[in-house]
């Protein structure tokens, strides 16, 4: 029952994720600002050829 209730509990976290043909992770607070839109997470998953925009610099724009 554990096992079930952990299986649906990832996939409901998940199903919001789009995972790129290229697949690479990295670890780390990253921020990436587009206008006045602020995206920010401590995973990202991204295009390795495309390459991650979000940076740690880019998180100065978070209001504190």
Do not use: R
């Not at 789009?18 to 006045?36: M, Q, R």
């Not at 998953?45 to 390459?51: H, P």
Request: net charge positive.
């Amino acid at each position: 029952m554990k096992n079930l209730t952990a299986i649906a509990l990832v996939t409901i976290l998940l199903s919001g994720c789009a995972v790129p043909s290229n697949p690479k992770i990295t670890f780390g607070k990253k921020c990436h600002v587009v206008d006045d839109n602020i995206t920010y997470s401590y995973v990202w998953f991204y295009d390795k050829q495309k390459g991650l925009e979000a940076t740690e610099e880019q998180c100065v724009h978070l209001p504190k």
